[in-house]
């Protein structure tokens, strides 16, 4: 049963595109199964710092994996409050050799000004967004989407999301997020070691691509906690699903952001917290 395993995930890294294959590391592992112990292969997501660079000067570095960059960083300064659309971003320079990504934003940006050479920001179950609490005293208006969606359609979108996730399938070190609509469509999938890197990576392309959310669901493989439901609910989206847990802050934001939350999504199992009445039978 282990060699088969270990086979299927050869046959995955076969698979890869070049450029995938450039974030994953191949190293050698001692594995035990029960009785059986063997040598075989072990693939790691890559993990690299980013510094981010806003109007000329050093902002944040972001600790993730170097995929969907551009979106990475247009979903980080939304959901941070630094821009509000796609015109607020002026250009967008990265360079993958020296780990460094220069953006430049539109207008005199107060907040980032207040900002600027503050700390890294990990890859951690508790990443403690550095401006959360910044961000968060700007406030964000109750949801008033009327969007219906019934439970089977969002148990159809994480069914099409998980046979999706590659790096996933093949590591076992990435969190997922995506973005989805009321007719199961998956719009857009983003992988990443970090979960909030995942979410910003998604939220970045719906920027970029100026879509409206407002009748859209986010998935993602990590806990809803406080600040991913405030991320959601900046960019208007009515619907937030997990395969795992909320916490009880994100809940009573929810409720007060008229945000829906459901989380356990596995198969077609289905809890929904909050705004109840946006999932059907």
Same mark, same amino acid.
């Given at each position: 049963?282990?060699?088969?395993?270990?086979?299927? +995930?050869?046959?995955?890294?076969?698979?890869?595109? @070049?450029?995938?294959?450039?974030?994953?590391?191949? *190293?050698?592992? /001692?594995?035990?199964?029960?009785?059986?112990?063997? =040598? %075989?292969?072990?693939?790691?997501?890559? $993990?690299? @710092?980013?510094?981010?660079?806003?109007?000329?000067?050093?902002?944040? %570095?972001?600790?993730? %994996?170097?995929?969907?960059?551009? $979106?990475?960083?247009?979903?980080?300064?939304?959901? $941070? !409050?630094?821009?509000?659309?796609?015109?607020?971003? /002026? !250009?967008?320079?990265?360079?993958?050799?020296?780990? *460094?990504?220069?953006?430049?934003?539109?207008?005199?940006?107060?907040?980032?000004?207040?900002?600027?050479?503050?700390?890294?920001?990990?890859?951690?179950?508790? *990443?403690?967004?550095?401006?959360?609490?910044? &961000?968060?005293?700007?406030?964000?208006?109750?949801?008033?989407?009327?969007?219906?969606?019934? #439970?089977? +359609?969002?148990?159809?979108?994480?069914?099409?999301?998980?046979?999706?996730?590659?790096?996933?399938?093949? =590591?076992?070190? /990435?969190?997922?997020?995506?973005?989805?609509?009321?007719?199961?469509?998956?719009?857009?999938? &983003?992988?990443?070691?970090? +979960?909030?890197?995942?979410?910003?990576?998604?939220?970045?392309?719906?920027?970029?691509?100026?879509?409206?959310? !407002?009748?859209?669901?986010?998935?993602? !493989?990590?806990?809803?906690?406080?600040?991913?439901?405030?991320?959601? #609910?900046?960019?208007?989206? @009515?619907?937030?699903?997990?395969?795992? #847990? @909320?916490?009880?802050?994100?809940?009573?934001? &929810?409720?007060?952001?008229?945000?829906?939350? &459901?989380?356990?999504?596995?198969? *077609?199992?289905?809890?929904?917290?909050?705004?109840?009445?946006?999932?059907?039978?």
């Amino acid at each position: 049963m282990a060699t088969t395993e270990h086979d299927q +995930r050869r046959e995955l890294y076969a698979e890869l595109s @070049p450029e995938l294959k450039e974030l994953v590391a191949v *190293r050698q592992v /001692v594995s035990y199964r029960g009785d059986e112990v063997f =040598t %075989t292969e072990d693939y790691l997501i890559s $993990e690299v @710092p980013i510094t981010l660079e806003v109007n000329g000067k050093e902002f944040v %570095t972001l600790l993730c %994996t170097p995929l969907m960059l551009e $979106e990475l960083v247009v979903g980080f300064l939304f959901t $941070e !409050s630094l821009i509000k659309k796609k015109s607020d971003l /002026v !250009s967008f320079e990265a360079d993958l050799e020296k780990q *460094r990504v220069k953006v430049e934003l539109a207008g005199k940006n107060l907040l980032a000004e207040k900002l600027y050479g503050k700390r890294t920001i990990t890859t951690g179950c508790g *990443r403690g967004t550095i401006f959360y609490h910044v &961000a968060d005293s700007l406030g964000t208006a109750k949801n008033e989407s009327q969007v219906r969606v019934s #439970a089977d +359609r969002i148990s159809e979108l994480m069914r099409v999301w998980q046979e999706t996730k590659g790096l996933f399938l093949l =590591t076992g070190g /990435v969190h997922a997020a995506a973005i989805g609509d009321a007719e199961g469509k998956l719009l857009v999938l &983003a992988e990443d070691i970090g +979960r909030h890197n995942a979410v910003d990576k998604v939220l970045g392309r719906a920027v970029l691509e100026e879509w409206d959310l !407002s009748d859209k669901i986010i998935m993602t !493989s990590g806990r809803i906690s406080s600040e991913m439901l405030i991320k959601a #609910a900046k960019a208007r989206l @009515p619907i937030v699903v997990s395969r795992s #847990a @909320p916490s009880e802050l994100a809940l009573a934001i &929810a409720d007060e952001l008229g945000v829906t939350v &459901a989380g356990f999504a596995r198969g *077609r199992r289905l809890n929904v917290y909050t705004a109840t009445w946006r999932i059907t039978a």
